[in-house]
């Protein structure tokens, strides 16, 4: 049955007339050589799109924006940790990008290597990215909020040549120092980096290691005038790994190609967030998730609009004073048309004065999106009263790249839902499946597993970095008999096609809108000498979505009764996390116990946990070997 409505039938042609409309798709960004295939899928799962195009993600972001708007404002840097205030044209972005390559590329970096990014929200970080993609080097940008632990071992896992960093990020004018973070995480991993490029904010004294150590202010000075042309990449070339987290404790690093990712993010720009050339995007994500990467950096850019990006809280202005209108007062001031935050943000800046909404103008904003974690009702209805924008909920994850789900309004004006982040956007075929028989849910109203039938489009993971078996095992075979991939997610559709999603289907838990998972903070937990076990759920929580809360079992029970004593190895725990993960995964609680839930087979019980923390019943407990650990937890709740 042909849909009818004009989305409908842009999306029914993005899958069923699917070269045709990518080749119209793949127009939106310039290529040196035209794709000669649209999309290779003779070996599913893996989709090789434009096959043959040679293309550069900087050159579509930044160079072929030199004829038309040299001097317009590219890159503006807002940081209200340091008062910097900022704004680089798209010449001077050009200028400071090929500087970068060039110091990129003296460190010995060749088209291929990896360069991890480990970097606060400063405009380096957006210079080096930039450079990377401009010479065909692999970027991994890890976020500035990990610990050695978690750096290490995507340093093991990237192995890159290079390793990027600064002196110190800074939170509520902190200083939080990264070099001796990244000295301790390259002691840690058996990969070497040959050389490391360091930013000197002047927050943090460094110590530097001669013969690998290099400052990015003696370098940029050596390579002032630098003419870097642009590395003509085939299509398929890894552009970035990300590393995001999944079942096991090991991260996996999410691999992307060149030619999809900069047709994805062009097409987006244009049928989801509306925004045009010459315009002012604002994402308050951070490079270090793929909101960064994909609406901070690359994706405005592609589209000729200067992006904002913004280091510091929501709540602090340029002097450090308190400030809950800072956003608000960038949005008057730039002209900011399209804004894309989180909506833990968003539930922060309703704690705060409501009149400061309305003391700026912002009649240039036509939208305010907002992904990540779920978008509750209270929150979608305060930010949408009080703006007096629309509010656009959209669904996507570190492997797609760009949304799934979303109203595609650039297309055709469509009603947004409440709770819902809206319908698949052109290009996911999405459907929902019944998680015990793997049958298709079709009718309205029924709970299944999102997945997306295969290829995946332009722009999602190629693979996982450099093991193929995992990506197929862990997306594409969770539905015996079936190769679809799996978003991991649990949702329903009503009558109308809108999605709602309800939450995850694996152990991963999204706090504030970062990704983390429980098996991590497990393993990094259980390294503490005095524990002997535990278990991590994530707990619903007012502010952030979800919390981490932590069940022990301790070796040395005599510390149970001790209220000092536990009250001080729960300290100690947490900043263990801290070190080793960073604070981002600290649990709010590490509670301990004697014996965890777990069924008779030794599988834990991390669901019963869960429901019995949020109040809810834990269901079907047969399985259950010794049901007086969940009355533990149940009675250290009272
Ligand atoms: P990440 O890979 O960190 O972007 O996390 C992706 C996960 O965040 C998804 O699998 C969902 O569980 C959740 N998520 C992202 N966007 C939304 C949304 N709009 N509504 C509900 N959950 C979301």
Known sequence: MNPTGVYAEFHHRSIHDRDAFWAEQAKLVDWHTPPQHICDYSNPPFAKWFLG???????????????????????????????????YSFRELHAEVQ???????????????????????????????????????????????????????????????????ADAGSRGGKAIEYKP????????????????????????????????????????????????GCEWLE?????????????????????????????????SMKHIYCGNAGETYFSTSDIGWVVGHSYIVYGPLIAGMATLMYEGLPTRGLAG???????????????????????TAVRVLKKQDPALLAKYDLSSLRALFLAGEP????????????????????????????????????????????????????GYDVKLLDDQTGAELTGANQKGVVVIEGPLPPGCMQTVWRDDARFVNTYWKTVPGKLVYSTFDWGIRDADGYFFILGRTDDVINVAGHRLGTREIEESIAAHPNVAEVAVVGVADPLKGQVAMAFA????????????????????????????LGAVARPARVRFVTLLPKTRSGKLLRRAIQAVCEGRDPGDLTTMDDPSALQQIKDLLI
């Open 553 to 580: 079992v301790i070796k040395d029970a005599s510390l149970v009764p001790d209220d000092k004593a536990r009250l001080k190895l729960e300290g100690d725990i947490m900043k263990l996390v801290d070190g080793d």
């Open 321 to 343: 004073e308190a400030n809950g209108g800072i956003w608000w007062s960038l949005v008057e001031k730039y002209k900011v048309t399209v804004m894309f935050s989180a909506p």
């Open 181 to 228: 973070l990244l000295d301790e995480a390259i002691k840690l991993s058996a990969h070497k980096p040959e050389a490391v490029l360091l930013v000197d904010r002047g927050l943090a004294p460094m110590t530097m290691v001669a013969g690998r150590d290099h400052l990015w202010d003696a370098l940029r000075l050596q390579h002032f005038g630098a003419v870097v």
């Open 235 to 267: 299509a398929n070339h890894t552009s970035y790994t990300l590393y995001t987290s999944g079942t096991t404790g090991k991260p996996k690093g999410v691999q992307r190609d060149t030619g999809g990712y900069a047709v994805a993010l062009a097409a």
């Open 99 to 165: 500087r970068m390559a060039a110091a990129i590329k003296g460190l010995g970096v060749q088209k291929g290597d990896r360069v991890l990014i480990y970097m606060p929200m400063i405009a380096e970080a957006a210079f080096a990215m930039l450079a990377c993609a401009r010479i065909g080097a692999i970027h991994c940008v890890v976020f500035g909020g990990f610990a050695s632990g978690a750096l290490a071992s995507r340093i093991e896992d990237a192995s890159p040549r290079l390793i990027i960093s």
């Open 53 to 87: 195009g040679t293309t550069n993600l900087c050159h579509n972001a930044v160079d072929r924006h030199l004829k038309d708007r040299p001097d317009q404002a590219a890159l503006i840097y807002v940081s209200t940790e340091t008062g910097i205030e900022k704004t």
């Open 375 to 426: 978008l509750d009702e209270p929150t979608a209805q305060w930010i949408g009263q009080s703006l007096g924008k629309p509010i656009i909920d959209n669904y996507w994850q570190t492997e797609t790249g760009w949304p799934a789900l979303s109203v595609c309004n650039g297309v055709e004006q469509t009603a947004t839902r409440i709770g819902s982040p809206g319908k698949p956007v052109y």
